[in-house]
């Protein structure tokens, strides 16, 4: 079992910037990739960035290249994800994921965190 913890959520004007953080903990060794997803109200969860735990190769949703970047502390068992020109269309619980392939398909991810708010105010 791999047990993952966000933080960093919160209100932000448009523009600003935030930083989530997920440390996973537990038997992480079995996971190689960790992710972002998103979900906001009415909408489907959706990948928003992605991570081989080696940092050896990242991927992006098209929508937020450029404005946020994903790194890892293997060190620390945290992911971060850096958020900035943040935009309303951002706003949503984002969740971290962990699993063994990096896939967009939120299903193909065996652990999830519990998710953090972000509301950005135009």
């Known amino acids: 079992q791999v047990l993952l913890v966000e933080s960093g959520g919160g209100l932000v004007q448009a523009g600003g910037s935030l930083r989530l953080s997920c440390t996973a903990s537990?038997?992480?060794?079995?996971?190689?990739?960790m992710a972002w997803f998103r979900q906001a109200p009415g909408k489907e969860r959706e990948f928003v960035a992605g991570?081989?735990?080696?940092?050896?190769?990242?991927s992006y949703t098209d929508s937020v290249k450029g404005r946020f970047t994903i790194s890892m502390d293997n060190a620390e068992n945290t992911m971060f994800l850096q958020m900035n020109s943040l935009e309303a269309e951002d706003t949503a619980v984002y969740y971290c994921a962990a699993g063994p392939l990096l896939r967009v398909a939120a299903p193909l991810y065996d652990f999830w965190g519990q998710g953090t708010q972000v509301t950005v105010s135009s």
């Open positions: 991570i081989w735990r080696s940092g050896s190769s990242t």
């Open positions: 537990g038997r992480t060794w079995r996971s190689s990739v």
